[in-house]
């Protein structure tokens, strides 16, 4: 696989999972980050390398809408919340990944 | 809604980047307190926390430039990164761009107007095989002159060659169309052989085509019409077979209506028969017609010119003085309807690249302003060749960049190009043959693309390849102090002979595109309103319009007669208060040098130029013009003689409002290149008041000398002076006048329009439109040479000028440094370009600038001036806020 679609791959998953971490609550970036990495268990570390440049994607794309508001510290933060379309996308996107998913298990367990 | 969300948004990216930045940074810094935090409740202490909380976030901004990346450029239209790169760099440097996309424009403008011309050069009449349709002249061999030939020609060449079939003649005349019951007015008419429709291959759309007995001496006067004439003119009657019409008097019978679309020969709606008259004349003789016919099958054009040299070589033996100085030619029909098949295709290709050349002198310019840029990112291109770019994707990143420049240039050339020529169809209607559309054909867009490449190529690869070239690594170690690169003396050169440039295209230009707007506003101060002038031309004279008009003149009257006959009818039709007559239309008498005796003489520092019309003795009368002082010139005064009358501004302009009755004047023709002996003294006998009123720019007001005439074998302007009509209303009587009086001579009409001078307002708009666009882009491009010229100076001498601040220069010095370079470019080059508009003016004669270039010179020159401190002011406030320890820190 080359870097570049193994990079594809990437953004793509992550995509999902910012997606999927917003489906519960709007949140700030920070907190996007930490929440992944509870639910992953401390097994996943979201740079914020990537995941400004890969929520201004989703914004751009509108599946994420942005907000100023203030935090539970009385701060100023940036919300993001899913959008109709970004539930919708989740949706697709996870019964993809699934697919996907399935189909590698079935390739895998046969070999 | 989430659509305009999203856009707004991206615009919001666009207009408002400083503000959406802001935010980004509030977010990284809310996203680092968040980190840090989270740190400093594992256990770190407060720095070490935030230290590595920044470890974790790096450098912010990457992440700028990664989020920027992430937002509007890609998804909105999928750009590359070069293009994305480039779009930011253009978007940085907006003056830059701007300005180039200018002046590249105007240069895409001119090269694309002239590459349409060259498809038109190459089209053809939309019939049937309409490119083997040729035209045949002669080109005379002593002044490469053209559109010689007769109807003796055309029977000459119908009898002895093969290769050119259904050999036709046509010719155009102006005839005043009168429909019973219906519109009049002037039409164009084709008179055109028979033959002519069969060579077109085109059948009527009703009745019949014109017949060759339509052609016999004495046959029924008929004519065929147009499609869009049977429509407007006849409400498209389809009885209209048979009905008649009136041709100068002449009732002529309709018999056929062409289909639509069909304006063959040239762009006419109307065809009446030519030839009959063809037994008065022999060789050389007769009115000038067009010759067009197909080349037969399987002939080339070569084939055929040669066989008619074999004609023209018999000829010229037979009749030495008309034929031993004609060469035949065989030409694409369009070319001779264009006016320009004497010319070899080598010659408009090589204007077309004249034309091209034009742009790419503007590209070489901003080529060297991007140079200038380039030599600024020396650093940022240092740097990205040492983390590995190749050299190709850096010259591509330049490329791409000069690309944008140059392909917005195309379009806004294009426009120009577009509006330029309608502005000239529209000024000029049915000039261009009728399958040429006003506009820009596809082509043109094309090869208004590659020009722009060809552009891009030029300001892009050129200076990348020379900014990445192998002293880089040199660049590398000097960084941060002077650019390695070496601009000095081209590129001073460069800003002289563009400021030169500017001062020398300017002032004529200007001048001229002044002169022509304010004579438009004068307004006369005779009864424009109620007059009429009309002009006949000698039957023989060679002006092409002229030549198609058969010299019969009745025997034993010489045109001197035949003008007084004119006059005579004229004056005695209902509702002609007066008719007068003069060599020539108010405000269009021969420019001549006044020599006032006793005062400054015409080799004097002011040119005195006046216009100087010959006129009847009724002239002043007929004309309302009041005599201020003296006499008027009476019949007592001989053509010839020593009395004259001047204009007021005459006497004001040279005489100084002193006396004018009595001195003595004499004049010099204005003939360029000749010097002409003086005339002999004049004696002023009056003073009569100008014709226009010049009052809001007296300056202006053309002087005024009127010598006294008598009618001879000089054709002079009638003008007529009307009480209780229309002067419009008289212009079908004087064609019929002049019909009986002067048959076959050529006739102008102009009406209060024209003499007020209404009817060229229009031109005048367009050319200084085109004017102002021209002077906008020279000016535009010598103020951004000059500035990235100072720029880059200044960031070469960054270290200087903040070691002398330091020092203890103050601003004043600083700005000294700046300002006396820019000040010596701009004075070369003005030294240059005002040597060189002399010299131009001295070799035109003084036509150049009409006289005027004590106030032209100076203007431009300020203009130049203020447009270079302008320019220089940017950088000199660059220069001002270097700090003195920054500079140093740079070492």
């Known amino acids: 696989m080359s870097p570049r679609e193994s990079n594809d791959m990437l ?17 700030h970036g920070w907190s996007i980050a930490q929440r992944l990495e509870q639910l992953s268990g401390d097994a996943l570390r979201i740079g914020a390398g990537s995941l400004y440049p890969a929520l201004q994607r989703l914004e751009e794309r509108g599946l994420v809408a942005s907000e100023w508001g203030i935090t539970e510290e009385n701060r100023r933060a940036k919300y993001y919340k899913l959008t109709a379309a970004g539930r919708r996308a989740l949706g697709e996107e996870l019964r993809s990944w699934r697919e996907y998913v399935r189909m590698m298990e079935i390739i895998l367990g046969t070999t | 809604m989430e659509w305009i969300t999203r856009w707004r948004k991206r615009l919001r990216v666009l207009f408002r980047r400083e503000e959406v930045e802001r935010e980004l940074d509030e977010e990284f810094a809310f996203h680092l307190e968040m980190e840090t935090r989270k740190n400093i409740r594992a256990g770190m202490t407060p720095e070490a926390a935030r230290r590595q909380a920044v470890l974790t976030f790096g450098g912010i901004e990457r992440f700028r430039e990664e989020v920027r990346d992430a937002r509007w450029f890609a998804p909105v239209i999928g750009l590359t990164p070069d293009v994305k790169l480039a779009l930011r760099m253009l978007a940085k440097h907006p003056v830059l761009s701007l300005t180039g996309a200018f002046g590249m424009a105007v240069g895409v403008a001119i090269a694309t107007a002239f590459f349409s011309f060259m498809a038109f050069y190459y089209s053809a009449p939309p019939v049937d095989e309409g490119d083997r349709i040729v035209a045949l002249d002669y080109l005379d061999i002593r002044n490469e002159d053209c559109f010689c030939t007769t109807l003796f020609d055309l029977d000459t060449w119908r009898g002895s060659q093969q290769s050119v079939r259904q050999l036709s003649a046509f010719r155009d005349s102006d005839r005043y169309l009168h429909v019973p019951g219906g519109t009049t007015g002037i039409v164009r008419v084709a008179e055109m052989t028979a033959s002519g429709f069969d060579v077109a291959r085109v059948r009527p759309h009703l009745g019949r085509p014109l017949l060759e007995s339509d052609e016999a001496e004495g046959a029924p006067a008929v004519l065929v019409i147009g499609y869009d004439e049977w429509r407007r003119n006849f409400g498209a009657d389809r009885g209209i077979v048979g009905r008649e019409v009136r041709l100068d ?49 399987g002939v080339s054009r070569a084939a055929a010119e040669a066989e008619l040299r074999i004609v023209s070589a018999r000829l010229a033996r037979e009749f030495p003085a008309a034929y031993s100085t004609l060469r035949p030619i065989v030409t694409p029909y369009v070319r001779a309807l264009l006016d320009v098949h004497q010319y070899p295709a080598w010659v408009v290709w090589t204007m077309q690249l004249f034309a091209a050349l034009i742009l790419a002198a503007v590209a070489v310019t901003v080529a060297s302003l991007v140079y200038a840029r380039t030599a600024a990112r020396q650093a940022e291109i240092a ?9 190709r994707r850096i010259v591509t990143q330049l490329f791409v960049e ?72 040199s660049t590398l170690r000097q960084m941060g102090g002077a650019t390695g690169m070496q601009l000095g003396r081209t590129w001073t050169a460069l800003i002289v002979v563009q400021v030169g440039v500017a001062v020398a295209v300017l002032p004529p230009v200007i001048g001229i595109a ?35 008009v058969p010299p019969v003149e009745r025997a034993g009257e010489s045109f001197a007669d035949t003008q007084a006959e004119l006059i005579r009818r004229i004056a005695a039709e209902p509702g002609v208060l007066g008719v007068t007559y003069a060599s020539a239309p108010p405000r269009s008498g021969r420019r001549v040098l006044i020599e006032v005796e006793g005062g400054v ?25 009041q005599m201020l002082t003296g006499r008027p010139l009476g019949p007592g005064d001989a053509p010839g003689g020593a009395a004259a009358v001047v204009s007021r501004s005459f006497v004001r302009r040279f005489l100084g409002d002193g006396a004018a009755l009595g001195r003595r004047v004499r ?48 054709p002079v302007t009638v003008a007529i002076r009307t009480r209780g009509i229309d002067p419009d209303a008289l212009v079908p009587r004087l064609w019929e006048i002049a019909k009986e009086v002067a048959p076959g001579h050529p006739m102008t009409i102009a009406g209060p ?49 903040g070691i002398r601040s330091a020092l203890g220069a103050s601003r004043r010095q600083v700005l000294q440094t700046i300002f006396s370079r820019s000040a010596l470019q701009l004075a070369l080059g003005l030294t240059v370009g005002a040597i060189f508009t002399a010299l131009l003016d001295r070799l035109s004669g003084g036509e150049l600038m009409n006289g005027q270039q004590h106030v032209l010179m100076p203007v431009v020159a300020a203009l130049v001036i203020a447009a270079g401190l302008l320019a220089t002011a940017g950088p000199a406030r660059r220069a001002l806020r270097i700090h003195p320890m920054e500079a140093l820190r740079q070492e």
């Not at chain 2, 101060?525 to 002006?543: G, I, Q």
């Not at chain 2, 004097?604 to 006046?610: I, K, N």
Request: charged share 15%; aromatic share 8%.
């Open chain 2, 667 to 714: 004049t010099t023709v204005i003939a360029a290149g000749d010097s002409v002996q003086p005339g002999p003294w004049l004696e002023i006998v009056g003073v009569v008041d100008d014709l226009y009123d010049q009052s809001h720019a007296p300056e202006l007001q053309r002087p005024a000398l009127y010598l006294p005439t008598a009618l001879g074998a000089a």
């Open chain 2, 601 to 625: 003489t015409t080799t004097g520092a002011a040119r005195l130029v006046a216009l100087s019309t010959d006129v009847a003795p009724n002239y002043f009368d007929v004309f309302g013009a």
């Open chain 2, 249 to 297: 008097g002449t009732p002529y019978t309709i018999v056929g209506v062409m289909p639509e679309g069909f304006r063959f020969p040239h762009n006419h709606g109307y065809w009446t028969a030519l030839g009959s008259d063809r037994a008065l004349h022999g060789p050389g003789d007769g009115p000038r017609v067009m010759i067009f016919g197909r080349l037969a099958p």
């Open chain 2, 514 to 548: 002044w002169l022509t707007y304010q004579e438009s506003r004068g307004e006369p101060t005779f009864p424009a309103d109620e007059m009429l002038t009309v002009r006949l031309e000698r039957a023989e004279a060679p002006a092409r319009e002229a030549l198609a």
């Open chain 2, 753 to 801: 329009d024209e003499l007020r001078g209404g009817d060229s307002s229009r031109t005048v708009r367009f050319a200084v439109i085109m004017v102002g666009l021209v002077t906008l882009s020279v000016l535009l491009l010598s103020a951004v040479g000059i500035s990235a010229m100072m720029s880059f100076a200044v960031t070469r001498r960054y270290r200087e000028i």
């Open chain 1, 11 to 27: 953004r793509g998953t992550l995509d999902l999972l910012i997606l999927k971490a917003l489906s519960l609550e709007p949140m």
């Open chain 2, 383 to 391: 740097v990205r060749t040492a983390l590995g770019a190749s050299r």
């Open chain 2, 402 to 473: 000069a690309l944008a420049i140059s392909s917005l240039a195309a379009v806004i050339g294009l426009l120009i190009a577009n509006f330029g020529f309608r502005q000239i169809v529209a000024i000029n209607p049915g000039s261009l043959p009728y399958w040429i559309e006003p506009g820009l054909p596809a082509s043109t867009i094309a090869y208004a693309l590659g020009l722009a490449v060809l552009a891009a190529f030029i300001v892009g690869i050129i200076p990348a390849l020379a900014a990445t070239g192998r002293r880089l690594q």
